[in-house]
């Protein structure tokens, strides 16, 4: 049994949490699905996909990761299935990259707007998943796990779809900027500090991470890196020797 001062306290919590979901976390949300859904078109596009398939890639984009979130915390149907605007916006982002389609000369340009999109989306929906998963009562840890997942699946899908191994199996600091930007929003909760504070703070470390990450080529250790350059040392030293 609950007692009743309790029982306020949480039905409070709620309350505020769904004010909060209805109008800051909806704007990141949205703004989240928009700049991954123009990665994902992006991506398409470089890939040389027909009109159907930069919107499929592009959807799939900038969904997965909200779909994943709102099944796994039970709030289902998906905000994606109950909001017409995630999908329309979704098709809208996928339109006007396929109908801007760069030339063949301007393929590296293409790849920097996607790299950058998808620092954008992965930061917005990495701030978006944790609140929503501590709305939901989930404990900072996990909530912060959740969104770091909000935050790749997206990606994920994308690279799936166009057969290219995940970023996040490889790329420079994609999940750990997705994990450090949640932890900054837990923090932010912890502290009971505003939630759009902790959100504008959130997002802002975990872009800044993956873009300097990219940037200055920061990245985990590869898995056989030191053997391989190890091996290569030898090969240039029996070069080297050879007459």
């Known amino acids: 049994m609950i007692p009743t001062s309790s029982a306020e306290q949480v039905l409070q919590t709620l309350a505020g949490f769904k004010a909060y979901a209805a109008g800051t976390l909806l704007v990141l949300e949205l703004a989240g699905t928009f700049v991954f859904a123009l990665s994902g078109a992006a991506a398409g596009v470089k890939h040389r996909l027909d009109l159907f398939g930069v919107l499929v890639v592009s959807c799939a984009t900038a969904t997965a990761g909200g779909i994943t979130r709102d099944v796994l915390i ?39 707007l996607i790299l950058t999109f998808d620092a954008a989306g992965l930061a917005l929906f990495a701030v978006s998943g944790t609140q929503t998963a501590l709305g939901y009562g989930l404990n900072p840890v996990m909530a912060a796990l959740l969104g770091m997942l909000t935050g790749i699946g997206g990606g994920m899908l994308r690279d799936v779809l166009v057969s290219d191994i995940p970023a996040v199996l490889h790329s420079d600091l994609y999940a750990v900027a997705a994990l450090a930007g949640a932890l ?16 504008l703070a959130g997002a802002a470390v975990c872009f800044g991470i993956r873009v300097v990450a990219l940037w200055r080529g920061w990245r985990l250790p590869i898995a056989g890196e030191k053997k391989n350059a190890v091996g290569s040392a030898d090969d240039a030293g029996a070069r080297r020797d050879s007459p």
């Open 74 to 112: 039970g709030a289902v149907p998906p905000a994606v299935l109950r909001d017409w605007r995630y999908l329309g916006i979704s098709v809208v982002a996928g339109f006007m990259v396929f109908l801007s389609s760069p030339r063949p000369e301007r393929q590296q340009r293409l790849r920097n």
């Open 184 to 199: 900054v929003v837990v923090a932010g909760h912890v502290l009971n500090a505003p939630p759009a504070v902790s959100a």
